[in-house]
């Protein structure tokens, strides 16, 4: 594989991988909690790996959408 096919190949890994975070954290806290506005799909889609996870941690306990988001970018 060239570098340039590896350097692509890589960059469409990193895009699946956080297409693949976003739409299970949008289905996770969509079956918790119901319809997730549009404001928080943004967030979700705009945020890091890592706010992703915390996230999905929370939406564990969560009791409501302000619980999952509190306190994060």
Sequence with gaps: MTS????????????????????????????KLGPLP?????????ATPESRLTWGERALTAATL????ADTD
């Excluded at 549009?38 to 705009?46: F, P, V």
């Excluded at 302000?66 to 988001?69: G, I, S, T």
């Design 38 to 46: 549009s404001g928080y799909q943004r967030r979700i889609a705009q």
């Design 4 to 31: 340039t096919a590896q350097q692509l190949f890589e960059q469409g890994k990193i895009e699946g991988e956080i297409e693949g975070e976003t739409l299970f954290l949008e289905h996770l806290l969509h079956a």
């Design 66 to 69: 302000a619980d999952v988001f």
